[in-house]
């Protein structure tokens, strides 16, 4: 359930869904398959670590129907992704773009706090 007072602006999003932040909480909220999750600031770049972990080329090669499909259980949530091949990949640029404009946004951030002459601010 979403916090009445939450404060969402959001950081990327592709046709497969977006990921949001919310500053009053601290936290990102991911929206994907229909469902959104809420994740603390490292459990959400834990959760990216383990998705690009998962080896497709073993998905692909394997003939068993198990290797069809991967489940991802995120620390302290309480939902479980069952992922395809397609759902990996679809995942993956999602969080791609996510992690790369919450960085640009730091460098911003940093770029804007020296002035000219090199002092901060």
């Given amino acids: 359930m979403v916090c ?39 459990d959400f770049f834990n959760f990216k670590k383990r998705i690009d972990a998962i080896d497709l080329s073993a998905m692909i090669i394997d003939p068993s129907r198990t290797a069809d499909f991967t489940i991802v259980m995120p620390f302290r949530t309480p939902r479980c992704f069952v992922l395809d091949i397609n759902d990996v990949l679809n995942l993956r640029e999602l969080l791609d773009g996510a992690k790369f404009m919450i960085e640009l946004n730091s460098v911003v951030n940093a770029c804007l706090q020296v002035t000219p002459g090199g002092i901060r601010v």
């Fill in 4 to 42: 009445p007072l939450a404060n969402f602006e959001e950081v990327y999003k592709t046709q497969h869904g977006a990921v949001y932040q919310c500053s009053r909480q601290n936290c990102y909220w991911l929206e994907f398959a229909g469902d959104t999750t809420a994740f603390k600031v490292s």
